[in-house]
């Protein structure tokens, strides 16, 4: 009943006959005889102490028929997940729209209409900064629509129930853009540059603005004189993505990242709280999040960079354009996963290229079975690399651009149609999933 070893005192051995033991049973039952011999207890033919020999084996190996049949099973279950995996890729690839565009920069999907948006700078002398309307549907081509003056550079898009659409800019305003006039209907002054901004999953009448000062602000569009509630960072860094989704107990939260990391902010409180173990892990520039559930997210860093005092100062104070980042630089994305109603834990974490300038946009697609692909813009491919969850395990990169990937999206129609937008500043991908 004791099982065998490999070498010791119950080394795997045999008898005579060919029945095989641990060696320190077969000298047990001959003390047991009080005998020269004993017999064998299959076949009943004798042995004695010289009998036994010791059989030399690399390793022992118990069977276990349970262990046997959970290894099957799961093993069953593995080649059925990786056929439904390869049946996505096949469907992703297979289904793709591009168009080309020309210096845009951010992007929003509208699934129920088929509507992308995307935003950019048009040529000429003044170089103004406006919206192009893209149709999903073939031969329906694009339109683009100027934008007032005071706009400037659109930071973020966000698609609204109800055919509308906000987006945050650097000339202070958060603006509410009609998808059925091509007006903008509703424009906030924000007290700093918008950077991010997001609809609410629990009430159609709330959106967020994520600013270049750190500040959070929350507005409810039936009041147009001021925010409902604005909220200090923990930073004074910009805040480059917000999330809203909804945990198991149907609350709502609201996740923010800036250059220090991922924060969940409660409307209970006048700042939010780090998610805990994302200290100093370096410079966060993007945070996907599984929405509506949020029960998985997904943060993506750089290195940071110590500069001497003098250098810093000297680039503090003089702005700087934007260059071009080659092949990038090699930074990490770290999965967390949902613990309770309020806190998360760092589970697995890989390498990828990352830009060493933008902040980039990243995705979490869900599968069946409660499965989840991560989508990133990688700088080495000029494309999408994409990896399953939770593993890390990498699994297909999409066609690449001529260009770096300067913004990603997933979106899911209210029928179930889900599509995945891929903006360079040539061209615009769309991939869809089925």
């Known amino acids: 009943m004791v099982a065998w070893t490999a070498d010791g005192s119950h080394r795997v051995s045999c008898i005579p006959c060919g029945h095989v033991y641990g060696r320190h049973c077969l000298e047990m039952w001959l003390l047991q005889y009080g005998k020269k011999k004993a017999p064998c207890p299959q076949c009943g033919k004798r042995y004695t102490q010289n009998n036994i020999i010791n059989l030399y084996v690399p390793e022992i190996v118990v069977p276990n028929n349970d262990l046997e049949k959970q290894v099957l099973s799961l093993r069953e279950r593995n080649e059925y997940l990786e056929k439904q995996q390869a049946k996505l890729l096949e469907e992703i690839k297979e289904h ?206 750089r290195p940071r960079v110590e500069l001497p005092d003098a250098i810093a100062t000297s680039q503090a104070s003089t702005p700087q354009s934007p260059a071009p980042t080659g092949s990038g630089k090699l930074g990490c994305h770290t999965l967390l996963r949902r613990t309770t109603a309020t806190s998360f834990a760092r589970d697995h974490i890989c390498s990828g290229s990352v830009s060493e300038l933008r902040m980039s946009k990243s995705a979490i697609i869900p599968c069946r079975d ?44 209210s029928t179930g149609e889900r599509y995945l937008g891929c903006l360079s500043a040539e061209k615009l991908q769309v991939f869809t999933i089925r």
């Open 96 to 301: 793709k729209n591009e168009f080309l565009v020309d210096g845009a920069r951010v992007m929003g999907i509208d699934a129920s209409s088929q509507i992308i948006l995307t935003s950019g700078r048009a040529h000429g002398v003044s170089a103004e900064h406006i919206l192009t309307k893209v149709s999903m549907f073939h031969g329906h081509g694009m339109e683009k629509i100027h934008l007032p003056p005071d706009t400037k550079a659109i930071r973020d898009i966000c698609v609204l129930p109800g055919g509308h659409v906000v987006f945050a800019s650097l000339g202070r305003k958060l603006s509410i853009f009609s998808m059925a006039t091509n007006n903008v209907v509703l424009q906030y002054d924000l007290p700093a540059p918008g950077w991010s901004c997001s609809g609410d999953y629990t009430t159609s009448s709330h959106i967020y603005a994520g600013l270049q000062n750190g500040m959070l602000l929350v507005f409810d569009i039936r009041q147009t004189s001021a925010p409902l509630h604005s909220s200090m960072g923990l930073s004074t860094h910009p805040v480059h993505t917000i999330h809203c989704a909804v945990d198991g107990s149907g609350s709502r939260k609201v996740f923010s990242a800036s250059s220090i990391g991922p924060c969940v902010w409660d409307a209970s409180e006048n700042r939010p709280s780090l998610v805990s173990g994302m200290e100093n892990q370096g410079v966060c520039i993007s945070l996907a999040c599984s929405s509506p559930s949020s029960d998985v997210l997904v943060a993506s860093y």
């Open 370 to 413: 409660n499965q989840h692909l991560f989508a990133y813009g990688d700088e080495s491919l000029y494309g999408v690399r994409t990896w399953r969850l939770p593993s890390f395990q990498r699994y297909t990169d999409l066609k690449p651009h001529r260009q770096p990937v300067l913004d990603l999206r997933y979106a899911e129609s």
